[in-house]
């Protein structure tokens, strides 16, 4: 939708679609819930309304979803930023896709409903190869990272790069996307328990929780030419510490500030006075160590982005279905959940469990179906230990991503030594 202040319908109608509300109560508390809402009417002549068929779940999901993000609607809200499906119908003034045409959308949150609106611009037609589930959890993690690497950090062959959360949605895709770099030393950290996957794609990997900072200088000497912080808190400092003359250091997230119980109120708000020492880097220091500083968020683009902004995301777009139709990069679905399950969805980015993005679909086949299905269809849906339902997803391409920790490989195609910017 692109309303986000919604209201809950009374009664369910034919008319009504099924969306997830985050809804704050008297107390403050704030929930994820299930509801319906009417059906779009009207689209404007630069829209497009889509049939959702899967929607990605990103780290700036669980965020919003403890208020912890800025320029959070007021609630009560549909969360969610990236979705695929098919469109139903088109504005005046959209002449790139058609009705039936399978898509995907970026959206500043409204995602996560049976149907959404979107801007023209933000919709682009994906290709026949390419799963709804792919495409669904494509957008925040490889527009992220090819910008992180390629636009902003202007990484070259035989430099050195250091990454966090290198299992999560921008770590796979960094990790994907890091090939195509010859000769590029790769040095990343992640929950030790992902080790085991992650290994053979990464040249260098260390437990996140246990101080990396000396290991690192061994690696590399003279320090590192980028470092990419989806963390913050005290990885802000060892990132400064590490960069060699030169170097690039550029945020692109804040997850250290769920290091804590998001259980408990308090629980959050003790780590906060830590975190906020991000603010005390100085000008001067940058200028005598001749480092540079870049801050980069997805998310604000689609808020505050002009024209020049979504074309510049669409042609990002089109280099990364060129690369998905090589062979060079292949998003990776960790888990697929229903929309009724989606705060066991959330808890598994919390408990840093998941190793590439988590996906969740309005839809909920019976189990004859899915029994049926499972003959047919190689996805594996999962179940999660904190007895989320397993589900199959609507997904008319024979959806083949391989969820299981075990068999999926993070790192994509193989190694290519081909140009950085196709």
């Known amino acids: 939708m692109t309303t986000n202040n919604e209201t809950t319908t009374n009664k369910t109608t034919a008319s009504d679609i099924k969306c997830i509300l985050l809804q704050q109560a008297f107390t403050g508390k704030r929930e994820l819930r299930i509801t319906t809402i009417p059906k779009p009417q009207a689209l404007a002549v630069d829209e497009v309304l889509i049939a959702v068929k899967a929607c990605g779940v990103s780290f700036k999901d669980v965020l919003a979803r403890y208020d912890l993000l800025e320029d959070i609607p007021r609630p009560p809200y549909i969360p ?22 399978r898509v995907v959308a970026l959206t500043h949150f409204s995602a996560w409903s049976e149907q959404i609106i979107a801007k023209k611009d933000l919709v682009f037609k994906i290709p026949k190869e390419m799963s709804f589930r792919e495409a669904a959890v494509l957008p925040v993690a490889y527009l992220t990272a090819y910008i992180l690497l390629f636009e902003i950090g202007n990484i070259k062959p035989n430099q050195t790069i250091l990454f966090h959360s290198a299992g999560g949605g921008v770590g796979v895709a960094l990790t ?62 060892r990132g400064l510490a590490l960069l060699k003359f030169n170097g690039k250091y550029i945020i692109y997230g804040t997850s250290s500030l769920l290091s804590w119980s998001v259980k408990n109120f308090f629980g959050i708000t003790k780590g906060m006075p830590n975190w906020w020492q991000n603010d005390k880097i100085g000008c001067l220091r940058l200028f005598q160590d001749s480092k540079s500083v870049h801050g980069f968020n997805l998310i604000q683009l689609l808020l505050r982005g002009s024209n020049d902004t979504r074309r510049y995301l669409g042609d990002m777009m089109h280099k990364l279905f060129i690369l998905y139709r090589e062979g060079k990069i292949k998003p990776i679905v960790d888990s697929v959940f229903t929309f009724e399950d989606v705060n066991n969805a959330l808890g598994r980015l919390i408990d840093r469990k998941n190793i590439g993005t988590v996906v969740i679909e309005p839809f909920l086949l019976s189990k004859l179906d899915k029994e049926k299905k499972s003959k047919t269809d190689t996805t594996r849906v999962r179940t999660d230990d904190s007895h989320s339902s397993s589900t199959s997803g609507p997904d008319d391409d024979d959806d083949d991503d391989d969820v299981d920790d075990h068999n999926k490989d993070p790192g994509g195609s193989q190694q290519n030594n081909s140009s950085p910017n196709p």
């Open 80 to 101: 969610g930023f990236e979705c695929s499906g098919e469109v139903i119908d088109i504005g005046t003034s959209v002449t790139h896709v058609e009705r039936g045409d």
């Open 176 to 237: 994907q996307l890091s090939k195509l770099v010859p000769n590029l030393t790769v040095i990343a950290t992640a929950s030790a328990h992902k080790f085991e996957v992650l290994r053979g794609h990464i040249h260098y990997l260390f437990e996140h929780d246990i101080d990396y900072t000396e290991d690192v200088k061994k690696i590399a000497p003279e320090g590192v030419d980028l470092v990419l912080d989806c963390m913050a808190g005290d990885d802000c400092e």
